[in-house]
């Protein structure tokens, strides 16, 4: 742990007149920094961010820029994606709590142990993973390219898909294929309620469902659109309809609102109504102290092993080739 991580981020005091997004700016510049965002993230940061994109055009873009520094507001497994595909250049994430429950779900030791059971397979992990488990796999996908990467296999390969059920579940059923999937999911996308949502659309019959494939099947099936978020973002941007009931993370219906102003987006409720667990607590940890304090001072930083990003940027580096094609 750094001196500044035991210090505390949020214990740094800043001047309270500060303009932070001027200063994030300059420092940007000054540092040949970029910042990178997730479509999860607040409206703010969005704002300010040099790229926004889902986790598929973001490990593009980290992949791609000539940047010194990239800055990562999103959760740690993008920060890492992007320090395998850049090992050369400093990753900072604002805040190193910014976690994921999916990647989570599917511990090293335990996947080595399950992977034993399944010599013939091939591994094709989600980019939700740690970089560890990516170093186990042959191929990862995104939410964006999943059915692609799964199809470039012949119908006769064994896959196990980790880490998410709802995802791999989906995935089996547009591909006909039978994947062993491993058994996790992310905490904000199997919150939704069905008969909630359903109920909303009563309210509003002309509304379009759409969700993120990390949702439940119930609500994959009442949806008339399923994509990873840049899918949603461009769906509800080119479809007739004017109003839209959006279960995946909150942070999405900002750029939602901000490229068709005209329409409306309603939050998918979740099942209880008090929790606001459609927000990721994880991706909002980020805030814009966070992101100047972590440009100034240059952490927290992302360290990966040279051994692990030998071996986990192969599958990410096939990812990226397949979506080309
Ligand atoms: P996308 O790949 O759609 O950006 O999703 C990332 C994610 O974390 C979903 O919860
Ligand atoms: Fe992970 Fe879920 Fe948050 Fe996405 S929304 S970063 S899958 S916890």
Request: hydrophobic share 40%.
């Amino acid at each position: 742990m750094s001196d500044l991580e035991d210090k505390g981020f949020l214990d740094i005091k800043i001047d309270s007149d500060i303009d932070l997004k001027n200063e994030i700016h300059e420092l940007k510049v000054k540092k040949n920094a970029i910042l990178l965002a997730h479509y999860y993230q607040t409206g703010d940061i969005q704002d300010i961010a040099d790229f926004v994109g889902d986790s598929l055009q973001l490990s593009q873009k980290a992949a791609d820029n000539n940047a010194d520094i990239i800055l990562f507001a999103g959760v740690h497994f993008m920060a890492e994606t992007a320090k395998i595909l850049s090992p050369q250049k400093k990753v900072l994430i604002p805040d190193l709590k910014a976690g994921c429950s999916l990647a989570d779900s599917i511990p090293v030791a335990d996947f080595i142990k399950f992977k034993e059971n399944y010599s013939e397979y091939i591994v094709i992990s989600y980019v939700n993973t740690t970089a560890e488990i990516k170093a186990l796999s042959d191929v990862i996908c995104t939410s964006s390219n999943a059915v692609k990467i799964v199809e470039s296999f012949p119908k006769k390969q064994k896959i196990i898909f980790t880490p998410d059920r709802n995802l791999g579940n989906y995935i089996n059923s547009k591909t006909n294929r039978n994947m062993v999937i491993w058994d996790g999911a992310c905490h904000v996308h199997e919150q939704f309620s069905l008969e909630k949502i359903l109920a909303l659309k009563k309210e509003n019959p002309d509304a379009k469902i759409i969700a993120h494939p990390e949702c439940k099947k119930p609500i994959l099936i009442v949806s008339d659109f399923i994509g990873s978020t840049a899918a949603l973002l461009n769906f509800t941007i080119k479809d007739f309809s004017k109003k839209f009931i959006v279960a995946t993370e909150s942070g999405i219906l900002y750029q939602m609102q901000k490229n068709c102003p005209e329409k409306i987006f309603i939050p998918a409720p979740p099942l209880d109504s008090t929790c606001g667990c459609n927000d990721c607590n994880f991706m909002k940890l980020n805030t814009l102290k966070k992101i100047y304090i972590s440009l100034k001072y240059e952490q927290p930083e992302i360290f990966i092993s040279e051994e692990i990003i030998k071996k986990a940027v192969i599958p990410i580096h096939k990812m990226l080739e397949i979506s080309k094609k």
